[in-house]
């Protein structure tokens, strides 16, 4: 059974070449992430981020003031692809989607959670 979820980022498909993947990272530092299309990771694979790791993502998702956030950001058009990053920290579970008018502090949040996937030695799993 794995320690409880810390955040999880998802990228979901457009009409385009738009990256499909999940990432989930856990208080333990165990990751997850599942690449789904037009991402050089397909399929499923494993990792551990260190202490510091976890601690420096803590402090990003607190500098960006998560919680502010509001749940949705969205002008109606479905063909734009949703960056949603559910959140487990010091104020509870939430979750964003947004599409449109994203606050630059989101995006920004989200690219530095995307980017932990080049510092992960990733294991292949069997699926």
Known sequence: ERDSLLFSLRRTACLGNCPVFTLDVYYDGWVKYVGKNYVDLMGIYTGNLSKNQISYIKKAFSDAGFYKFKNQYNDGRLDIPATIIEYNGPGGIKK???????PRPFRLLANDMESLVNEINWTAEKY
């Open 96 to 102: 964003v989607e947004a599409r449109t008018d994203i």
